[in-house]
């Protein structure tokens, strides 16, 4: 049963920073890309980050050079580094994973429907 669990939400003011953290469990981690997306009220769910099973990134324009998005494919374990964080990076950020996500170069974060599998979500808020 592929199983992806979040963590590392929460509150943080703007100008600050956040790690997210991804485990997933139930397949074989270096077989699959993988993202964030992101879900705010009134909002559809966009990409924020993806990362393809060679190890390639792809970021939403509005978060280039803020966010960073890594694998670790021994443990299983993603990872959404924010930071310089917004007000409008307020969102609930979702894990997704897609079997054997290839995409080229400079590529923005695929469509949510390329991804199988979804995390149950972390709150990120983003306030003085």
């Known amino acids: 049963e592929v199983r992806l669990v979040e963590s590392g939400g929460g509150l943080v003011h703007p100008g600050g920073s956040l790690r997210l953290t991804c485990q997933a469990s139930g397949f074989t981690f270096s077989d699959y890309g993988m993202a964030w997306f992101r879900q705010a009220p009134g909002k559809e769910r966009e990409g924020v980050a993806a990362?393809?099973?060679?190890?390639?990134?792809m970021y939403l324009g509005s978060v280039k050079g803020r966010f960073t998005i890594s694998k670790d494919n021994a443990a299983s374990t993603l990872y959404l580094q924010m930071n310089a964080l917004k007000p409008e990076d307020t969102a609930m950020y979702y894990c997704a994973a897609s079997p054997n996500l290839r995409t080229p170069p400079n590529s923005p974060p695929p469509a949510p429907l390329h991804f199988t599998d979804w995390g149950q979500g972390t709150q990120v808020t983003v306030s003085s």
């Open positions: 990362i393809d099973i060679y190890g390639d990134p």
